[in-house]
């Protein structure tokens, strides 16, 4: 039956979805089937007039007044309204009620027929449909159903069954009509109630409400949306049919109140900003001599990957999950970046539970009874042949106690004879009791001490009464004694309390009233303070909970009384490197320091921007594809962007080949980027002595870094000195090539380049121990780890676990020295049209520039070149790489060994050599000979040996011509 019943329900939803599809389909032939309806209702109405006697109109308007009769006039007024409906293109919601109206509205008609067939009394029926009277032949046909079902047998006269059918139609006609009338009576009369607003008023259902971000205090405009409409009839009958049905056992649900921050509406500092007051400020101008950021693109900046109903169903698993395991915490803000939504949980208090409570009222109960205990005394006698008992005279005479008879079975108990009860004194009574006298006994010392403890337990028990924290709330516990008026000064209760409290530990209140006989204990609970760590251990569990495929957990954020749960969005929003040098962050940054860098948007959207120069050396770590090759490239571009070449130099190592190679032909770049593994290490070579160069030249002007000396060469007019940043693609080759080498030039330039402007990028795809050492990250503190292999890899990179998490792609962890805590982001894409068209637009520009420079000198006369010029080597580590051949083909030697002294020889002579065709820029076997003084054979070996280092080219096909001095070919 529930499963007819809602299925039945489900079928006017499907029709009304249908019909809304087909009306939306329709929008062309709407106006057609407007202006046809109107023409047809229009002409049919006045042929019924007799205004018209068109043969064809006139055949139609006959066929509708002997269909339906009376109602002929009706249906045309229908059809116009129908036609002038579809003209002004209104858009119709048939819902359920409004599927009501529609049957109705055909009820009243059907009816309205029947009625007036039926109120023609004196004529015959069927005579009256035939030439278009009462209600035509659809009347007949009604009325005729009506009276066979009441038995008329004659419907041509007048009875009482015939009145009884035109009652049954006018009250079908009038239920019906009023069914249809009144929705849009009830809103006419709301119009006329409602006052008028004002046009430029806004509803107040779209005007932004203040809403306070947690503990923060920062109130934030957001625009409230619209309620929903209310469920119809039948969702509310489908939901409730299956309410009905047999209840599972489901976890109890946490409705979530968090507060979803979209996009930019956090800076990176955490703090919230209005969106009303992030206003973008115009773009800076910038010069000429720079290139446009319109050479970069705009990426579409689509949404964080889920809806806000969708945003708050995970705050609801969250905060359930955390319930289901014990702990306390609720989700305060819902953060949204181009990667991931950041769910932050305040953590709550956790009840330290009835034990403790227990604990309590047990040590409040013990102290009471013991107090009732020591309030009664009991004396035996010289001859231990009677005893006395002392007892305040309130726990005799209350009624609960039943003191007497308690005493008579107590001593009935023990063996002892009846009591008797003396004279009471000072609100104390007595009673004598004494042992069998006849029998000659006396009492023993035991028999008084079990009296003594059983009269005490059995008063305990009967007059005082504990409610086990009945009255209790969130934040008291609250413990209430009852006992009978007068017990509780008969034995210093209160005093008694106060100690046990004091006992406990337990700050709180003592109330007593004389009147009610009770006291109320009310102390703080001992709630005990979420720990970060039992949230941070349920990561997969959480995870689990949100079919999630792996999240991070950020315990705490810091700066924030909040743990993070950041959680991948269903889709990763490009993060392009325009956008963020347009904002106001980059602008701050970049009128500050020339170095500074766009590396892209953390969790809440906001732009994160760093200071090379502050860093001063950045180590880039993460697996084959996560983003390492992307995110150099998009540093080279945003340094390239605001400095030009004269002001910064690049010097770009890429023992992968591809991927620095595209900034081949960049004038920023030094020679080129170099690719061969042996070559790699003379460029290090050459970038330490340039630092030392540098150093030199700042002690003989007297300044301590490069900002002092370039300010010193402006005022002087002279030529300022360029930064370099030194970017290498993959550390691991160089330091399989030669470790010990690749570890003391970089650390040497780690330690000592940051006051001569020369910085270091360096990437690796493997963070092992034997690559990324403890010297080489002891001087590199700004680092950035992309998604890596193992937790161990994460500890190396990033001194903690995190990094084995992120999703790849550009998901990378940024540990900047001056916060000390990672930062995730999701780094910026550029593309490579973007870096071709940076490339081309400064190769264009500095042609242009030159052509310029050559215009000018070519007014002067031209200077001539010197007979033995010797010709500018590409790229100025080439002597370097010379030197180390040449230190390496001497240890082959050496290793080969056998022949000694003259192995001395031939070494220093090649020294001498290399020394020579320095200072030359070409050389011959006859200049060794007459320089080196050796024979033809030796100087002939000579030339062989450099030409296989790589220093000589081969023999020139010119007669008489030397061979010029090269480098090695690639």
């Not at 030039?745 to 493997?766: K, N, S, Y």
Request: hydrophobic fraction near 45%.
């Amino acid at each position: 039956m529930p499963t007819m019943t809602k299925r039945s329900l489900t079928i006017p939803l499907a029709l009304d979805v249908v019909f809304a599809r087909l009306l939306a389909q329709i929008h062309v032939w709407r106006v057609a089937a407007g202006a046809a309806l109107v023409l047809v209702g229009g002409t049919t109405l006045f042929t019924l007039l007799g205004l018209n006697t068109g043969g064809l109109v006139v055949r139609w308007a006959e066929f509708l007044r002997r269909a339906v009769g009376m109602g002929a006039l009706p249906a045309c007024i229908l059809i116009i309204g129908g036609g002038v409906l579809a003209l002004s293109n209104a858009k119709l919601k048939l819902t359920r009620r409004a599927w009501v109206r529609v049957i109705a509205a055909e009820i009243a008609c059907a009816s309205f027929l029947g009625l007036m067939h039926s109120l023609a009394f004196d004529a015959d029926p069927y005579q009256l449909a035939l030439d278009g009277g009462g209600g035509g032949a659809a009347g007949w046909v009604l009325a005729e159903l009506v009276w066979r079902a009441l038995g008329v047998q004659n419907s041509g006269e007048f009875t009482l069954l015939r009145l009884l059918s035109v009652l049954i139609w006018l009250a079908l006609f009038a239920g019906s009509a009023f069914v249809v009338v009144a929705p849009l009576l009830r809103t006419g009369e709301r119009a006329r109630r409602q006052p008028t607003e004002a046009p430029d008023a806004p509803p107040a259902s779209r005007q932004p409400k203040p809403v306070k971000l947690g503990e923060a205090g920062i109130s934030l405009s957001l625009p409230m949306h619209d309620e929903p409409p209310p469920p119809t009839d039948a969702v509310a009958q489908q939901v409730k049919s299956q309410s009905n049905a047999k209840p599972t056992p489901v976890p109890p649900r946490i409705k979530s109140e968090a507060i979803i921050v979209k996009g930019d509406e956090y800076q990176a500092d955490g703090a919230a900003k209005s969106k009303a007051a992030a206003k973008p400020k115009p773009a800076a101008p910038r010069g000429e001599a720079l290139p446009p950021l319109s050479l970069l693109r705009m990426s579409k900046q689509a949404g964080a990957g889920r809806s806000d109903a969708d945003a708050r169903r995970q705050a609801d698993i969250i905060e359930t999950t955390l319930a289901q395991f014990g702990l306390s915490g609720k989700v305060v803000e819902i953060r949204r970046g181009p990667t991931v939504t950041q769910f932050g949980i305040e953590p709550g208090y956790v009840d330290r539970g009835a034990q403790h409570r227990e604990k309590a009222a047990q040590k409040i109960r013990a102290a009471v009874a013991g107090a009732l205990y020591d309030a009664i005394i009991i004396e035996p006698s010289v001859d231990r042949t009677a005893a006395v008992i002392e007892i305040p005279a309130a726990l005799v005479d209350a009624r609960e106690a039943g003191f007497k008879a308690l005493l008579k079975s107590l001593l009935d108990e023990l063996d002892l004879s009846s009591y008797y009860e003396g004279e009471r004194r000072a609100g104390l009574a007595y009673f004598e009791i004494s042992a069998d006298t006849e029998r000659k006994l006396k009492i023993k010392a035991g028999q008084l001490s079990a009296l003594h403890r059983e009269l005490a337990d059995r008063l305990m028990g009967r007059l005082f009464q504990f409610d086990h924290f009945e009255a209790s709330d969130l934040l008291t516990d609250r413990l209430k004694i009852s006992f009978p008026a007068g017990v509780g000064d008969a034995i210093g209760l209160k005093e008694v309390l106060e100690d046990a409290m004091a006992e406990l530990g337990l700050a709180g209140n003592i109330i007593t009233s004389k009147r009610a006989a009770q006291a109320v204990i009310e102390w703080q609970k001992q709630a005990q303070k979420v720990r970060v760590g039992a949230i941070a251990a349920l990561q997969n569990d959480i995870a689990l909970a949100l079919a999630a495929p792996s999240i991070r957990i950020e315990a705490p954020i810091p700066g924030r009384g909040l743990v993070g749960i950041e959680v991948p969005n269903n889709t990763i929003s490009e993060v392009d490197l325009r956008s963020i040098m347009e904002g106001e962050a980059f602008r701050k940054m970049a009128e500050k320091s020339p170095l500074a860098i766009a590396l892209g948007r953390d969790v809440s959207g906001a732009a994160i921007v760093a200071d090379l120069a502050r860093m001063p050396h950045l180590l880039i770590a993460g697996t084959t594809g996560s983003g390492k090759s992307v995110c150099i490239s998009a540093i080279t571009t945003c340094l390239v962007m605001n400095n030009r070449p004269e002001d910064l130099k690049l010097v770009m190592i890429d023992p992968k080949m591809v991927e620095l190679s595209r900034f081949a032909g960049l004038p920023h770049v030094i020679g080129r980027p170099e690719s061969d593994i042996d070559r790699i290490p003379a460029v290090l070579r050459w970038v330490t002595r340039e630092m030392d160069a540098r150093y030199k030249t700042f002690a003989a002007t007297g300044a301590r870094n490069l900002q002092e000396y370039n300010q010193a060469m402006e005022r002087r007019r002279g030529e300022p000195l360029p930064r370099i940043v030194v970017l290498i693609d993959e550390l691991a080759d160089l330091m399989l090539q030669s470790p010990i080498e690749t570890e003391r030039t970089i650390c040497r330039l780690a330690q000592m380049a940051r006051a001569t402007g020369i910085h270091l990028v360096v990437a690796t795809q493997r963070p092992s121990v034997d690559v990324v050492t403890g010297l080489i990250k002891a001087n590199f503190p700004a680092r950035i780890s992309f998604a890596v292999a193992s937790a161990t890899d994460s500890r190396v990179i990033l001194d903690q676990t995190g990094a084995e998490s992120l999703l790849g792609r550009g998901d990378m962890l940024f540990l900047n020295p001056e916060h000390g805590s990672p930062i995730r982001l999701q780094g910026c894409y550029v593309s490579e049209r973007e870096i071709e068209a940076v490339i081309g637009w400064w190769k264009k520009q500095i042609e242009v520039e030159a052509k310029g420079v050559e215009g000018k000198r070519s007014d002067e006369a031209p200077e001539e070149a010197p007979a033995h010029h010797k010709p500018a080597p590409e790229t100025p580590w080439e002597t370097l790489v010379a030197e180390i051949a040449a230190e390496r083909f001497q240890q082959m030697s050496s290793a080969k060994g056998g022949r000694g002294g003259e192995d001395d020889d031939e070494d220093d002579l090649l020294q001498r050599a290399m020394e020579i065709i320095r200072t030359s820029g070409s050389v011959s076997t006859s200049l060794l000979q007459r320089k080196l003084r050796i024979g033809y054979p030796r100087a002939a070996r000579l030339m062989e040996e450099l030409q296989e280092m790589g220093y000589v080219s081969g023999p020139s096909r010119q007669a008489g011509k030397g061979r010029n001095v090269t480098m090695r070919e690639e």
